[in-house]
Each structure stands twice: as C-alpha cells, then as structure tokens.
C-alpha cells in the first residue's frame, strides 16, 4: 500500500480511482482530513491532502504525528512519497524543476517530533543520517526516468517554520549552512515516519526562487508560484503514476 501526501497546490490526485474515503481516529488526534483510498495503474494507494482538502492548515499547525499515524498504522500503508512545493536556493533549482532531496537541515520549532513524548512511553532513538529512504528515492528517480521527467537525484531540504515565507538574509544563511531548497513540511515528516518504520521520500517541486534569488530579488511573486504550480505538479503526478506502474 502506497500513501501520497499532498502538499500545497496538490489537494487530490486525478489519477487516483477513487474508491471510498475513510475518517482514520489516531491517538495524536485528528489528522487533515480524510484518507482517501483507491487506485493508480492498478495499484492501491492511499492519498491525504496534507493541509486539509481546502488548504486551511498552516504548516506549523499540520497534525503531523496524526496523519504519519493514520496513513502507517490507520490505512497500512508500507512506503509514503511526500509532494511539495519548495523554493529554490541552488543555482540549478530554478521554478518549474523537480528534484529528489536526500537530506534535510531543520529549522522548524514547538512542533512535536516524536511519539515518545513521555506519558511512560519509551524513549526511541532512531538514526537519521540519511533522512530519506534510499530505495524509495530510487525507486523515485527510475519512476521519473520511466515517465520522461527529468527529476534532480539529491538536494539539501531546509525546513522552516512558516507560514511567512523567509527574508533574503535567512536564505543567505541557509545556503551557507549548505541548504539547497527551502520548504516547510519537510519535518517532522520524515522522523515520525522513520519512528513508525515506514520508507519516506519526497517529490519536490520547486514554485520559486527563494527570497533574494532570481526574480525573487527584491519580492516573491504569489500569481507566478500559482503559474508554476499548475504546470509543474503535473510532472509530479507522472512520478507517481510512474511508480504505480513499476509495482503494478
């Protein structure tokens, strides 16, 4: 069972054959919504808008542990692909262009990051050196391959805690710490699925230059993130029906 989680711009997947929707109860309360469940190319997939069906969920009020929760434990899921929008930070990772990150630097805070919060529970310790699971990412990559994508293999995701995007001099200090893209829901993610043993990747679409880059200089246009979106979440899709495919 695959589990697609829906970032900004991807509220549902056009491919996916619906077959029912399902309210899934967690013990970290209530996820973003329902979990949809049907199929792509064969497959049974499961899909979760990751800020609600009508993106009313900032990032750092998105009910993390809940939705890894009810996509892992709820539905069963064995492999989860994130979908996000990111802005650009490399020189090569302008608007439009798809890339595979394989780490992730956190910037994020007062977002609870683990299921051992006390309350008895056991402390788990898990290691993070790579974030991303590699034959996911691989899989990933061949997926976009197979499809005619063109998909960037490896970027350093900064998260931040949003919901404002960052200034021009926050970008400047991320790309000295070695960030390479900038989104805002790249953790804790990948550390509550790892937790829950669960394969994560992520498909990252990059929307716009960061803060003082490119044509964001001096300002980021909103009505060019939404031109980009609609073109480029498509290639997205196809990753995702590429993947379908692969496992069908």
């Not at 899989?139 to 995701?157: I, K, N, T």
Request: with cysteine; proline share 4%; net charge negative.
């Amino acid at each position: 069972m695959l589990a697609i989680i829906g970032g900004s711009g991807l509220t549902q997947l056009s491919s996916l054959d619906i077959s029912h929707r399902e309210v899934v109860r967690t013990p970290y309360g209530e996820p973003s919504g329902a979990v949809t469940y049907g199929r792509i190319g064969g497959r049974e997939v499961v899909f979760l808008a990751r800020h609600g069906y009508g993106h009313t969920i900032p990032p750092h009020l998105v009910n993390y542990r809940a939705n890894m929760w009810a996509l892992a434990k709820g539905a069963g899921a064995d492999h989860i692909v994130s979908v996000a929008s990111v802005g650009g930070i490399r020189a090569d990772l302008g608007p439009g262009v798809v890339v595979i990150p394989n780490q992730i630097i956190d910037y994020t805070w007062g977002r609870y990051v683990t299921y051992s919060n006390g309350d008895d529970a056991q402390v788990v310790h898990i290691d993070f050196t790579e974030p991303y699971d590699r034959a996911l990412r691989e899989r990933l990559l061949a997926a976009a391959a197979g499809v005619g994508v063109d998909a960037v293999d490896g970027a350093v995701y900064a998260t931040t805690q949003g919901p404002r995007l960052e200034t021009a001099a926050e970008v400047n200090r991320l790309e000295r710490d070695g960030a390479d893209v900038v989104g805002m829901t790249g953790m804790p993610e990948a550390c509550l699925a790892r937790e829950l043993d669960v394969p994560y990747a992520a498909i990252c679409v990059v929307a716009n230059w960061a803060a003082g880059r490119g044509d964001s200089e001096h300002a980021i246009s909103f009505d060019r993130i939404e031109e980009v979106l609609k073109e480029s979440l498509g290639k997205a899709r196809r990753i995702v029906e590429g993947l379908c495919g692969e496992a069908a």
